[in-house]
């Protein structure tokens, strides 16, 4: 009866362990050998231009937006001024500003995020994660956003967000920037 018990303990450890590993979200290094290598001070540097969509929690498109970015670097901490205007004629402004922090990494603040974010490269991709501010009805709503940008050729980056509250997801925006 023990042996029983603890091959049925045994067997409950493994499938919690195999349901926890295939829940683990991917890594930035999973693209370390992927081309061509996206290298943040080249990329972000200069005149760029933003087309994107904003998607509700159910997948369904609320929002539509273009936006200009500049991206300046001195001395090795980069400014990345960003112009949105949506399809309903709101306008909004981010300035980013790019500390080194760690090998291949930034810590990533801007106006309207609480903290700092981190991000990260490898290969042809670039990940970040931070908290972002959202004005929502007559208040500030804080909501978690994971950016997971791919490098698809010299001018044109790929850029998928996942906002979420509390763990669940609550939206998500989707982005080309290309540059100019």
């Known amino acids: 009866m023990n042996v029983i018990r603890r091959f049925g303990s045994f067997t409950l450890v493994c499938v919690f362990s195999l ?3 295939s829940c683990s979200s991917v890594s930035v290094e999973t693209y370390s050998n992927n081309e061509p290598k996206l290298v943040v001070e080249e990329f972000f540097k200069g005149d760029l231009v933003a087309y994107g969509m904003v998607k509700n929690r159910g997948g369904e ?23 949105f205007v949506f399809d309903d004629g709101e306008k ?28 990260m490269t490898s290969g042809n991709a670039l990940f970040m994660k931070y908290v972002l501010q959202i004005p929502y009805d007559d208040s500030v709503i804080e909501v978690n956003v994971d ?24 939206g998500a925006v989707s982005l080309v920037i290309l540059k100019r």
């Open 19 to 21: 349901l926890l590993i």
């Open 61 to 83: 498109v609320t929002r539509y937006f273009t936006a200009d970015l500049n991206g300046s670097w001195e001395n090795g901490i980069g400014t990345l001024d960003e112009s």
């Open 92 to 119: 909004q402004k981010r300035i980013w500003t790019l500390t080194p922090h760690a090998e291949k990494g930034y810590m990533a603040t801007a106006g309207d995020v609480v903290g700092s974010g981190h991000l």
């Open 147 to 170: 950016d997971r940008m791919y490098l698809v050729d010299d001018n044109v980056l790929l850029n998928e967000s996942l906002l979420t509250k509390f763990g669940f997801n609550v």
